[in-house]
């Protein structure tokens, strides 16, 4: 079992920045972390994700505004978020990939608004 928990969401202007930070824990081995994010009336999508080897990748949404990253911790991953968009609003939820076979760990998600 792996335990994920995601911080660091709220209310910002556009243009402005804000950075989400997400912790995981548990008894597997964690091969992936990443960022996925859910606006009102539409599905889950992919922001950004990060391997265990440090490989990224990124929605073409986010491409150049926003950076994934490994922080110190073990199995702690940020999500630097600049210039946002009113369309960056929405639940911001961490994903964890984990064990054999693997699995899919979510957290409990973050708001994200981006408002003037």
């Known amino acids: 079992q792996v335990h994920v928990v995601e911080s660091g969401g709220g209310l910002v202007q556009p243009g402005g920045s804000l950075r989400l930070s997400c912790a995981a824990s548990g008894s597997f081995s964690i091969y992936a972390q990443g960022w996925y994010r859910q606006a009102p009336g539409k599905q889950r999508e992919l922001v950004a994700t990060i391997t265990s080897g440090g490989r990224t990748n990124y929605a073409d949404s986010v491409k150049g505004r926003f950076t994934i990253a490994r922080g110190n911790a073990e199995d702690t991953v940020y999500l630097q978020m600049n210039s946002l968009k009113f369309e960056d609003t929405a639940v911001y939820y961490c994903?964890?990939?984990?064990?054999?076979?693997?699995?899919?760990?979510w957290g409990q998600g973050t708001q994200v608004t981006v408002s003037s």
């Open positions: 994903n964890a990939r984990a064990g054999i076979p693997p699995v899919n760990y």
